[in-house]
Nanobody, 127 residues
């Protein structure tokens, strides 16, 4: 129902910034909550940030709160993750994910609720 393609990852020094993008190609009129997950080396894939279809609800992992900002464009075709004040603990593969919903205000942090995933983009933060 939707294809997701991430971009914007790369190598950055601690304290720097990156902006990730996720382009969603919808095949139906289903609405989606969107989220970013990160899989760090040797760890499970974890929730980083999410946004409801309406854009009115956002949630962040405690570790990134105040540093990262998730947003989506007005057409709901692209989701962004602005990452500031990066530190080496932010290193990992970042995946864009979509959760088909019926409520435009719904947003979950539960990984298994997300049915569609991008291929990931590598973020490496050097110390």
């Amino acid at each position: 129902q939707v294809q997701l393609v991430e971009s914007g990852g790369g190598l950055v020094q601690a304290g720097g910034s990156l902006r990730l993008s996720c382009v969603a190609s919808r095949r139906t009129n289903t609405i989606y909550a969107m989220a970013w997950f990160c899989q760090a080396p040797g760890k499970e894939r974890e929730f980083v940030a999410g946004i409801s279809w309406s854009g009115g609800i956002t949630r962040y992992a405690d570790s990134v709160k105040g540093r990262f900002t998730i947003s989506r464009d007005n057409a709901k075709t692209t989701v962004y993750l602005q990452m500031n004040s990066l530190n080496p603990d932010d290193t990992g593969v970042y995946y864009c994910a979509a959760d088909g919903v019926s409520d435009p205000e719904f947003l979950t942090t539960i990984r298994k609720s997300y049915n569609y995933w991008g291929q990931g983009t590598q973020v490496t933060v050097s110390s």
